[in-house]
């Protein structure tokens, strides 16, 4: 069975802090795919990146940047500079060959100006 | 291009009282989902579907029922609503029932059962 886990329930950080949201998943399928979403103050869910399984590079994105370690099954997901704007829940999910789609807790992050 | 519309966005029941939620996306996907939101335990899947005429169980499918008649519309029923139930309900789908690609999510419906 799939598991997904984001231990920081809350982080708050101060206005151009770096933050890092932690991500560990479990998985016995060897073809999975991970995902991280955004839940802003509004409600609505927004796609920001997905990795596959083969894939370990890491990869950036203006001030968003993701590490992806096999061997510490782990996909964690840095914002650099962080701004209000920033402040949301984190999904981290992960989807694999049984069709499901499944998601860790979430992270509320506060970003303080 | 609507995506995934979920109706409606808010309702209040009484306990014991039947509704179903609709779902409706126009991306020609094969795939969709329902989720809860409740706080403290993220999304939790509660039945999902990978094509017209098939669906199964998620994590949380007890007191729910859905269906599948064709590729757009994927309706979730609570046959009688308790308050265990108050929750917030996301609908989402995808391209590819491999699930390789993200779930496209429609805006929430907030659920109270009193």
């Known amino acids: 069975a799939q598991k997904v886990t984001q231990a920081q329930t809350e982080i708050s950080v101060v206005e151009k802090e770096d933050v890092t949201l932690d991500c560990v998943y479990e998985?016995?399928?060897?073809?999975?795919?991970l995902f991280w979403y955004k839940q802003p103050p509004s409600g609505e869910l927004v796609f920001l990146i997905r990795?596959?399984?083969?894939?370990?590079q890491n990869e950036i994105s203006g001030r968003y940047s993701w590490n992806f370690q096999k061997s510490t099954s782990s996909f964690n997901f840095t914002i650099t500079a962080s701004q209000v704007v920033d402040s949301a829940v984190y999904f981290c999910?992960?989807?694999?060959?049984?069709?499901?789609?499944?998601f860790g807790t979430g992270t509320r992050l506060k970003v303080l100006a | 291009n609507a995506g995934v519309t979920q109706t409606p966005k808010f309702q209040v029941l009484k306990t014991g009282q039947s509704m179903t939620l609709q779902c409706a996306q126009d991306?020609?996907?094969?795939?969709m989902s329902w989720y809860r939101q409740d706080p403290g335990m993220g999304l939790r899947l509660i039945h999902y579907?990978?094509?017209?005429?098939?669906?199964d169980q998620g994590e949380v499918p007890n007191g729910y029922n859905v269906s599948r008649s064709t590729t757009e519309d994927f309706p979730l029923r609570l046959l009688s609503a308790a308050p265990s139930q108050t929750s917030v309900y996301f609908c989402?789908?995808?391209?590819?029932?491999?699930?390789?690609?993200?779930?496209?999510f429609g805006n929430g419906t907030r659920l109270t059962v009193t």
């Open positions: 989402a789908s995808s391209y590819s029932r491999v699930l390789s690609r993200p779930l496209h």
């Open positions: 998985t016995r399928d060897t073809t999975y795919y």
């Open positions: 990795r596959n399984s083969f894939d370990e």
């Open positions: 999910a992960a989807s694999s060959e049984t069709y499901k789609y499944i």
């Open positions: 991306m020609n996907h094969e795939y």
């Open positions: 579907s990978v094509g017209a005429g098939i669906t």
